[in-house]
């Protein structure tokens, strides 16, 4: 979730690494990254364009929609802001994966109608083609008809790991979209992993296998706070779904010459 964090330097990057290679450093271990800096705001589209230049062909983004949208406005009359958002992240292309709409606790069953305005405008809103993935944290919100509401537009209902709300895996349309999230400022730093999730993470990806006829891809992202280190949180997933691991560089080797 993210990639532009200071406490990873001399750790998951070379000490010396400037912040804004960080990405291109993040894209040689991991095939995809969850953007958490588009859920303060819309960027500018020249950074979008640099995003999609500094990764691999092969790289996936995953943007969250501004909390402007989400929170402030709680999906009231945000036609315009979310076209803008959308407009602006097509530049990422075919590195574009699903677009996540993370909803507050103060989202509520009572906001559901402003949901149900929204979807059936997703399309025309959009630039084509997007997806798009909903968390809820907000207990009301969980229910069958909600459910049903997202498999009818083929929206994604996340899973979510994170204080407060269920562990829940539901499959709504041809995709996956998981977030192992753990506390919010549970570590003073994210250096290396300070507490043992091994438990649920295997929980996680036996899920994800027993399941696997039943969607396409699966987008999952491990925030800093689950474990205290996020990389090694994904990595160790990666290899409980028998995926390849590949190990962060961060050191580099001086020549002899």
Same mark, same amino acid.
């Given at each position: 979730?993210?990639?532009?964090?200071?406490?990873?330097?001399?750790?998951?990057?070379?000490?010396?690494?400037?912040?804004?290679?960080?990405?291109? +450093?993040?894209?040689?271990?991991?095939?995809?990254?969850?953007?958490?800096?588009?859920?303060?705001?819309?960027?500018?589209?020249?950074?979008?364009?640099?995003?999609?230049?500094?990764?691999?062909?092969?790289?996936?983004?995953?943007?969250?929609?501004?909390?402007?949208?989400?929170?402030?406005?709680?999906?009231?009359?945000?036609?315009?802001?979310?076209?803008?958002?959308?407009?602006?992240? +097509?530049?990422?292309?075919?590195?574009?994966?699903?677009?996540?709409?993370?909803?507050?606790?103060?989202?509520?069953? +009572?906001?559901?109608?402003?949901?149900?305005?929204?979807?059936?405008?997703?399309?025309?809103?959009?630039?084509?083609?997007?997806?798009?993935?909903?968390?809820?944290?907000?207990?009301?919100? =969980?229910?069958?008809?909600?459910?049903?509401?997202?498999?009818?537009?083929?929206?994604?209902?996340?899973?979510?790991?994170?204080?407060?709300?269920?562990?829940?895996?539901?499959?709504?349309?041809?995709?996956? *979209?998981?977030?192992? =999230?753990?506390?919010?400022?549970?570590?003073?730093?994210?250096?290396?992993?300070?507490?043992?999730?091994?438990?649920?993470?295997?929980?996680?990806?036996?899920?994800?296998?027993?399941?696997?006829?039943?969607?396409?891809?699966? *987008?999952?992202?491990?925030?800093?706070?689950?474990?205290?280190?996020?990389?090694?949180?994904?990595?160790?997933?990666?290899?409980?779904?028998?995926?390849?691991? =590949?190990?962060?560089?961060?050191?580099?080797?001086?020549?002899?010459?």
């Amino acid at each position: 979730m993210g990639w532009n964090y200071p406490d990873w330097m001399g750790v998951f990057y070379p000490a010396n690494t400037p912040l804004r290679d960080s990405l291109t +450093a993040y894209s040689r271990t991991f095939s995809s990254v969850e953007i958490d800096s588009t859920f303060y705001g819309t960027p500018r589209e020249a950074q979008v364009v640099r995003w999609h230049q500094m990764t691999p062909p092969d790289f996936v983004f995953c943007p969250k929609v501004p909390r402007l949208i989400t929170h402030d406005m709680a999906l009231k009359e945000v036609d315009a802001p979310l076209a803008e958002f959308l407009r602006v992240m +097509a530049n990422l292309k075919e590195k574009r994966g699903a677009i996540l709409f993370q909803f507050p606790p103060t989202f509520t069953r +009572a906001d559901l109608p402003q949901l149900e305005a929204l979807l059936p405008k997703l399309e025309e809103l959009g630039m084509g083609g997007e997806r798009f993935a909903v968390e809820f944290r907000h207990r009301s919100l =969980i229910g069958e008809d909600v459910s049903a509401l997202l498999s009818e537009y083929n929206i994604a209902l996340a899973s979510a790991d994170i204080v407060n709300m269920p562990r829940r895996f539901e499959v709504t349309t041809d995709f996956i *979209y998981m977030r192992l =999230i753990g506390k919010h400022g549970a570590y003073n730093h994210h250096k290396h992993t300070q507490t043992d999730k091994s438990e649920f993470v295997e929980r996680w990806a036996n899920v994800l296998r027993g399941q696997r006829e039943r969607f396409e891809r699966a *987008y999952v992202f491990c925030n800093n706070d689950y474990e205290g280190y996020s990389p090694a949180t994904c990595n160790r997933l990666k290899a409980a779904l028998g995926l390849p691991v =590949i190990e962060p560089v961060a050191e580099v080797q001086g020549s002899l010459f």
